[in-house]
């Protein structure tokens, strides 16, 4: 995403790509939030966002510094802000 920045057709294709991302995670929540699958009081939207912002560190991270962060620690991060939302 690095590259989007000052191109303004890479960034329309970038903020497709978060959109779509931020979409499927937004209807996963609101079916698991049906299911009771979610804490009472989760904010849907902000748990897109820290969804959304947790991917792109993750991403960031990996990139930038590989051998700080393999796929093991990566699903505990992640594992982590689910436990978050669940009941």
């Known amino acids: 995403w690095g590259e989007a920045i000052g191109n303004h057709n890479l960034m329309k294709i970038q903020n497709d790509e978060v959109d779509s991302f931020c979409d499927r995670v937004r209807a ?4 698991a939030e049906e299911d009771r699958e979610l ?4 904010d849907i939207d902000q748990a ?6 947790l ?3 993750l991403s960031i991270q990996s990139v930038m510094y ?3 962060n393999d796929a093991e620690e990566q ?13």
């Open 75 to 87: 699903v505990a991060i992640v594992d982590e802000l689910l436990t978050r939302l669940r009941p």
């Open 39 to 42: 804490r009472k009081m989760v």
């Open 55 to 57: 991917m792109d560190g």
């Open 48 to 53: 897109v966002h820290q969804c959304l912002i």
């Open 66 to 68: 590989p051998e700080r």
């Open 28 to 31: 996963l929540l609101v079916q």
